[in-house]
Structure formats: structure tokens, C-alpha cells
């Protein structure tokens, strides 16, 4: 069997983070960054967990499935990332930085 070539790009997929963005950002309008963890405090065991915030950062209010399905799109462009850490989806630049990295005052 001949091998096939890899479908792994050298350089990340700029043009779906910003698609993605543009997305989220039709999606749930006002929001400036989409925080996104494995750590939902209503729930017991890690659960998809996804936080909406305006360029304020004022929490905004979203339903169930809006949060879940932010949440799932952010983690399929970023399959591997390190989501045992919160990351934050910045919607105006379309970039993804983990939350424990930007509170510290670096980025990643």
C-alpha cells in the first residue's frame, strides 16, 4: 500500500480561526472572547463548560446550547490543544490563549 501524504499543515489554518470568529461573533453578537473549559461548576464530573464576555469583560448571559455548541466548535478548530487547561477565543483577532496564561499576564 503506497503511503499517503499528510494532511497536517506546517502553519495553523488562519483562514477557519477567522471564519470561526466571524461565527461566533454572528452568533452571539456583543462577545469579545468565548472562555471554554472542562470545568462546569454545576456539574460533578468535566463537562463542556463555555463562557461569553464583551469587550467590557462582562459576563454575557447564554442559553445551554449556545454555550455548548461555542464550546464544541472552538474545540474542533483546536483539536490539540492542552484542554485539560481553560482557553480563551479571542473573537477580534481569533486567537486562542490559555485563561491560566492571560490572568498571569502572558501570552501563549
Do not use: Y
Not at 464544541?72 to 483539536?79: G, H
Not at 487547561?85 to 490572568?103: G, W
Amino acid at each position: 500500500m503506497l503511503a499517503m501524504p499528510s494532511v497536517t499543515l506546517a502553519c495553523p489554518d488562519t483562514g477557519r480561526q477567522n471564519r470561526l470568529a466571524a461565527q461566533l461573533a454572528d452568533m452571539i453578537p456583543g462577545a469579545a472572547t468565548i472562555r471554554v473549559s472542562f470545568s462546569d461548576p454545576t456539574q460533578t464530573w468535566p463537562h463542556l463548560h463555555a463562557i461569553a464576555k464583551d469587550e467590557a469583560g462582562k459576563t454575557m448571559e447564554l442559553s445551554r446550547t449556545t454555550a455548548r455548541v461555542a464550546g464544541r466548535w472552538i474545540l474542533r478548530v483546536w483539536p490539540d490543544a492542552d484542554w485539560t487547561r481553560p482557553h480563551t477565543f479571542d473573537l477580534v483577532d481569533a486567537s486562542l490563549t490559555r485563561s491560566d496564561l492571560v490572568a498571569a499576564g502572558r501570552g501563549c
